[in-house]
């Protein structure tokens, strides 16, 4: 194996991890692969007598790329129409065989991220995610080791009041989505109003990006009882053509459902046994991937 096959071949073996890294600071799986894809290029082109770790190089490459595509995309995030949700990585095939995905960075992260500076989620995701040591934090971000510090831990602070607060075993996650999904679809979506209000948390939160492409919620929906209302309502307008799937979204197991009127994701938190939160992703542009 000649110096070029032996780079392509190191390339090849620590790409998805790259693609899981870019992915984690922009939640977008094309995004990722497509910052991924320039680094190889910059790597081709770049001096090899001066890149002493190639596994190095390219994590702090592909993490500049992408704080670069993260800053661009903030004003197009800004006049999104309603929320705007990460693209799920659906297990079970293309494109979860091509991104190493931390189990941190389920879809509820990725939208607490959303609300971090872009240099201060590259900081958090990038150390406190993966690992990187403030030195090579600082050559991403552009800013010394210290400040790279005070950003991480200002982002921390802001994920502890908003992510998640209790790990649920992996087990019971899958169990509470599976009987979720059997009340949704009972009875062609008559289901049992209680059953389903059970399930959640009084303060669940249901958000839904149809990217003003497909008819979604416009605004984030609060409460049980509210929560509950509009997802047996959604059920019952999708009747017999509705099929729900549990599947793995983002490292835990969440919903796949392809009705007649197009795919949706959804993406589940849950805590103490209930659901706390919901992320449907309907906008068919971030479902290209999803077979």
Known sequence: MNGDEALAAEFAAIRPRLVGVAYGLLGSVDEAEDVVQDAWFRLGRAERS???????????????????VLRSARV???????????????GGGDPADRVTLDESMSMAMLVVLESLSPAERTSFVLHDVFGLPFGEVARAVGRSAAACRQLAARARGHVAARAPRFEVDEAEHRRVVEAFARVIRGGNGDGDIGALTALLDPDVVLRSDGGGVVVAARRPIHGSARVARFLLGIARKI??????????????????RTPEGGLAVYGLTVSEGRITGIDIMRNPEKLRSVR
């Open 76 to 90: 197009r995030r800004e006049e999104y129409v309603g929320p705007w949700l990460p693209e799920p990585v659906v």
């Open 239 to 256: 009747g017999a053509a509705d099929r729900l799937t549990v599947t793995t979204v983002n490292g835990r197991a969440g919903l796949l």
């Open 50 to 68: 001066e890149i002493g770790d190639v596994t190095g190089w390219l994590v702090v490459t592909v993490s500049r790329l992408a704080l670069d």
